[in-house]
């Protein structure tokens, strides 16, 4: 598959005239440089500084791969609304996605500074990978048990228990018991892929 970066441009910059000043807008409101952004979504600083300034108008696939890293949608991008940020997010809106084995489901509006989802954690899911990322976390455990290792702490936490802490904290989650666990969970670091969270497996288990 190729890189957004690869993707032809779709005709000549004067056609989607708002989309430039909003790129460079909405990055700078998702506090990220020029530099990250652009490794984020697979480009290179120049190219992603040729979409700021209109010297290129970017692809489909870059537009939605920067609407995921900017926690926006592709209309905001283009100037055609601002994203719609609800006080309220109703139990039927919060529409299940699933992501190595975990499901989240979006417990408040995007494009906030904090994000909050509803985690189910199957048990064995994950369990092996050590996340550190800027930014804070809380979570607080609905059903089931809970193990999490914060550095050389080890912590088991039970129904209505919590946990707010430093994500630079090597952490790693796991299930206790075979049914898995549900969890109410914020975080800070609106602008990275879940991919970025991980510095990947490691030796031995959480016991």
């Known amino acids: 598959m190729s890189s957004p970066e690869a993707e032809p441009s779709a005709g000549p910059a004067a056609a989607l005239p708002a989309v430039a000043p909003q790129l460079r807008a909405l990055r700078r409101r998702a506090s990220l440089t020029l530099e990250a952004a652009a490794r ?13 300034t209109g010297q290129r108008q970017p692809s489909l ?30 139990a039927g809106d919060m529409e299940p996605t699933s992501a190595g084995g975990w499901t989240y489901r979006q417990a408040g509006s995007p494009g906030r ?16 990978i050590v996340r550190v990322h800027p930014g804070e976390e809380w979570l607080y455990v609905l059903k089931g048990r809970l193990r999490l290792r914060l550095g ?14 430093d994500s630079l904290t090597p952490h790693r989650i796991a299930a206790e018991d075979p049914d898995g666990v549900e969890l109410l969970f914020v975080h800070t670091l609106l602008q990275s892929p879940t991919a970025a969270l991980c510095l990947g497996p490691t030796q031995g288990d959480l016991s």
Do not use: K, N, W
């Open 40 to 52: 984020e979504a697979g480009l290179s600083p120049a190219h992603l500084s040729r979409l700021e």
């Open 61 to 90: 696939p870059m537009l939605l791969s920067l609407a995921r890293i900017y926690g926006t949608t592709v209309s905001e991008l283009l100037g055609e609304a601002a994203a719609v940020r609800e006080a309220v997010t109703r």
């Open 113 to 128: 500074g904090m994000q909050a989802l509803r985690v189910q954690v199957p048990y064995g899911a994950q369990g092996d």
């Open 152 to 165: 050389d702490a080890l912590h088991r936490l039970a129904p209505g228990d919590s946990a707010h802490f």
